[in-house]
T-cell receptor, first 116, second 112 residues
Framework: DTGVSQNPRHKITKRGQNVTFRCDPI?????LYWYRQTLGQGPEFLTY????????KSRLLSDRFSAERPKGSFSTLEIQRTEQGDSAMYLC??????????????FGDGTRLSIL | GESVGLHLPTLSVQEGDNSIINCAYS??????FIWYKQESGKGPQFIID?????DKRQGQRVTVLLNKTVKHLSLQIAATQPGDSAVYFC???????????FGQGTELSVKP
C-alpha cells in the first residue's frame, strides 16, 4: 500500500505532556498538509508544506504546535503542553499540486489524540 | 467569513436508489471543489473533483454538478449500495493547491 501513512494511530496522554505525530506522504507528492478533525465536523486546515518549505499556517496553529518537514519527505507535528481541547483526530494529506492547478489531496487514516 | 456548508446533515435512501448530496459555498473566489467519503475511523477518501471552468463531471457511479451562479455543488450517486454508507464532505479551495475548506458533512445511510 503506497497511500499516506500516519503513526501512531492512537495516542493517549496526560494534560501537559508533549506529543509528536508522524506522517509519511505518497512518495511522489511534493505537498503535505495537516488538518484537525473533531467529532461531527469537517477537517480544519492547520498547515501545509511544499517540499520542505512551510507555506501557510492557520490561526488554529498556536505557539504550542510546530510542524516540520526537514527533507521534504515525511513530516512531524508536535504539540507541547497538551490541553484538553487538543483532543481530536489529526489528519495528514498529500498531493502533487504544483501551484498552477490543484490536484486532489489524499488523506491518511489519522492519529486520534486523547488528553486525559 | 469563508464557509462551505451542507443543506442536509443526514440522508437515508433505499438500496438501488439514486442519492443526491448538496453543498453551498460562500467564497466566490474558490475555483476548485472536491468531494470526499469518510467511513468511521478512517480518513477522508477522494471521490471526485471539479474545477470552476466546468459545470459537470462524471466518475464511476458518481456525478458532480457545479452551479457557480448560486454557488452550489452537488454529488449524485447512482444505484446507491450499502457500501456507500458514510459521511460525505464537500470542500473548496483556490486553484493553487493550497488548503481545503470543508463543510460539516452529510451522513448517508443506505437501507437494504
Amino acid at each position: 500500500d503506497t497511500g499516506v501513512s500516519q503513526n501512531p494511530r492512537h495516542k493517549i496522554t496526560k494534560r501537559g505532556q508533549n506529543v509528536t505525530f508522524r506522517c509519511d506522504p505518497i512518495s511522489e507528492h511534493n505537498r503535505l498538509y495537516w488538518y484537525r478533525q473533531t467529532l461531527g465536523q469537517g477537517p480544519e486546515f492547520l498547515t501545509y508544506f511544499q517540499n520542505e518549505a512551510q507555506l501557510e499556517k492557520s490561526r488554529l496553529l498556536s505557539d504550542r504546535f510546530s510542524a516540520e518537514r526537514p527533507k521534504g519527505s515525511f513530516s512531524t507535528l508536535e504539540i507541547q503542553r497538551t490541553e484538553q481541547g487538543d483532543s481530536a483526530m489529526y489528519l495528514c494529506a498529500s498531493s502533487s499540486s504544483t501551484g498552477l492547478f490543484s490536484q486532489p489531496q489524499h488523506f491518511g487514516d489519522g492519529t486520534r489524540l486523547s488528553i486525559l | 467569513g469563508e464557509s462551505v456548508g451542507l443543506h442536509l446533515p443526514t440522508l437515508s435512501v433505499q438500496e438501488g436508489d439514486n442519492s443526491i448530496i448538496n453543498c453551498a459555498y460562500s467564497n466566490s473566489a474558490s475555483d476548485y471543489f472536491i468531494w470526499y467519503k469518510q467511513e468511521s475511523g478512517k480518513g477522508p477518501q477522494f471521490i471526485i473533483d471539479i474545477r470552476s471552468n466546468m459545470d459537470k463531471r462524471q466518475g464511476q457511479r458518481v456525478t458532480v454538478l457545479l452551479n457557480k451562479t448560486v454557488k452550489h455543488l452537488s454529488l449524485q450517486i447512482a444505484a446507491t449500495q450499502p457500501g456507500d454508507s458514510a459521511v460525505y464532505f464537500c470542500a473548496e479551495s483556490d486553484n493553487q493547491g493550497g488548503k481545503l475548506i470543508f463543510g460539516q458533512g452529510t451522513e448517508l445511510s443506505v437501507k437494504p
